[in-house]
């Protein structure tokens, strides 16, 4: 589902954000790495709020890529107990704010702990409309689209079926929009295999702001960015186009 068209639209229904820079943040502070992503954790339950509050309908966030398992045990494993711990600290307050969860990525090789954990924050929030926080975890861009064909070839597809819409449908993202806006911060200016598929039209915004200080003055630094922007599809621009009947 995509809103393909030249319009000015002045919010983002659908924001990405790569969050990077925690581990910038903690070395600057001489703290372990999984200290940057706990606060790169309390920096989105912040964030979650401005952009619900500014009328974003979907934030989709990069917390674990499928190549994230290269870093060093004590940081992945720092990473899955935040996820442990968030779930049963804050899931309760999010589901009372109207937030639906959803987590996108391979399942497969998570701990059944940490699936069961995920499950819970889906299943709790399966009501809500506020907001649709979506949590990429042990995702890949690259992943989506390899099990989307394989999902469509499970499905009995021939070829000739397998168009954009057949395999739009079976992406990980496929109950929401396309992201409008693309966010990373930490200063690189990267996709990193985050959504690679569903990126193709998003207007990129980067940020030097680490992660873990991304706050309010930032997000509607990125929204003003993106209300400047003219979005065309691969169209020509409006004041190029040629008048009907001309
Ligand atoms: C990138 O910063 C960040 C990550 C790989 C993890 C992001 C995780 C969180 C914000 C916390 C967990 C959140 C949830 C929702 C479970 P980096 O480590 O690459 O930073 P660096 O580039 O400064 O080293």
Known sequence: MSTHNSEAVAVP?????????????????FLPRVVGHEQGMQTLLRVLDDFAARGVEYLTVFAFSSENWKRPEEEVSGIMGLVLTGVSRYLRKLAAEGVRIRVIGDHSALSPKLRAAWDEAERSTVANTRIHL?????YGGRWDIVQACRRALADGLVPEQIDEAALAARMALSFAPDPDLFIR????????NFLLWQTAYAELYFSDCLWPDFGGAEVEAALA?????ERRFGGVR??????QGA
């Open 13 to 29: 229904r659908h924001v990405a954000i790569v969050m990077d820079g925690n581990g910038r943040w903690a070395r600057r502070r």
């Open 134 to 138: 979506s949590v990429a975890f042990n």
């Open 185 to 192: 911060t930490g200063g690189e200016m990267r996709v990193s």
């Open 225 to 229: 960015a993106y209300a400047c922007r």
């Open 238 to 243: 409006e004041d190029e186009s040629v008048p």
